[in-house]
C-alpha cells in the first residue's frame, strides 16, 4: 500500500545539477526521490521542509 500525504512536489522537470546534487524542478536529492513513495507522511513533510529551506538558501544568494 502506497503512503498517503503530501503530493510530490516533482514537476516534471528532471535533472540532477552536479554541482549542488539536487533536482533542477524539484530541488530533492536523488535519494529523497527514490524514497518518496515509500515515505510516511512525517517523512514526506521533512522532505518538503528541507525544500523550502534550499530554496529559500538558494534565493538569499
Do not use: F, H
Not at 29 to 51: C, F, G, H, K, Q
Amino acid at each position: 500500500m502506497l503512503a498517503s500525504g503530501p503530493p510530490s512536489p516533482c514537476i516534471s522537470v528532471c535533472q540532477m545539477d552536479p554541482m549542488t546534487g539536487y533536482c533542477v524542478g524539484c530541488t530533492r536529492t536523488i535519494d529523497e526521490i527514490r524514497d518518496w513513495i515509500i515515505s510516511n507522511p512525517d517523512a514526506r513533510n521533512a522532505i518538503l521542509a528541507r525544500i523550502a529551506e534550499r530554496r529559500a538558501k538558494a534565493a538569499s544568494r
